[in-house]
Nanobody
Framework: QVQLVESGGGLVQPGGSLRLSCAAS????????MSWYRQAPGKERELVAA????????NYADSVKGRFTISRDNAKNTVYLQMNSLKPEDTAVYYC?????????WGQGTQVTVSS
C-alpha cells in the first residue's frame, strides 16, 4: 500500500530554515510527480510546491517562490522541501502528496511553527 511519511518539522524563528523530508513506499516512486501541501489553522489545504517524476519541472505557490525549494532523490524514494527565510505565515501542517491510480494519498503531516 502507498505510504508517505513526513519528517523534519519543528519550531523555528522568523528568518530561519527547515528541511522537510517525505519517505515514500508502496509504488514506483520514480514514475510519479510529488507535491507538498500545507494547511494552517482555519484555512484550506493549499499547494506549496510540486515536482515532476524526474525532477525536470518544479512549480511553487507565489507565496513561497524564491524561499522554498522542492527536490527529490529517486534512489531514496524521498522528496524534500527546503524552506528558507521562514515567516510566521508559513506556520502550518505540511503534507506530502502523490496522485497514484487516480487517488490522492497523503502523509500524516509534520507541524512547522515559525515564531519568535
Amino acid at each position: 500500500q502507498v505510504q508517505l511519511v513526513e519528517s523534519g518539522g519543528g519550531l523555528v524563528q522568523p528568518g530561519g530554515s527547515l528541511r522537510l523530508s517525505c519517505a515514500a513506499s508502496g509504488f514506483t516512486f520514480s514514475r510519479y510527480a510529488m507535491s507538498w501541501y500545507r494547511q494552517a489553522p482555519g484555512k484550506e489545504r493549499e499547494l506549496v510546491a510540486a515536482i515532476t517524476s524526474i525532477g525536470g519541472i518544479k512549480n511553487y505557490a507565489d507565496s513561497v517562490k524564491g524561499r522554498f525549494t522542492i527536490s527529490r532523490d529517486n534512489a531514496k524514494n524521498t522528496v524534500y522541501l527546503q524552506m528558507n527565510s521562514l515567516k510566521p505565515e508559513d506556520t502550518a501542517v505540511y503534507y506530502c502528496n502523490v496522485k497514484y491510480n487516480a487517488l490522492n494519498y497523503w502523509g500524516q503531516g509534520t507541524q512547522v511553527t515559525v515564531s519568535s
